[in-house]
């Protein structure tokens, strides 16, 4: 007996099926490279953020001090 596939309703259920079917569609070696990029960026975010946090401390102290003066 075989299920017969509905079509979805909703647009979670629309996401999810065009999401699965690109992901079958895509060779395996593309799939990888999409990881590498996605873990990549997320480094990138992770060290920009960490950054403009150590530099807002680094000014608001500067300011704490002018302003104690």
Do not use: Y
């Not at 099926?17 to 975010?45: E, H, K, Q």
């Amino acid at each position: 007996m075989s299920e017969e596939h509905q079509q979805p309703t909703t647009m979670p259920g629309m996401v999810h099926d065009l999401a699965r079917s690109l992901v079958g569609a895509l060779p395996p070696t593309f799939l990888l490279l999409v990881i590498i990029n996605v873990v990549f960026i997320g480094l990138v975010m992770w060290f920009l953020n960490s950054q403009l946090k150590q530099r807002t401390d680094l000014v608001n102290t500067l300011v704490a001090r002018c302003m104690d003066i």
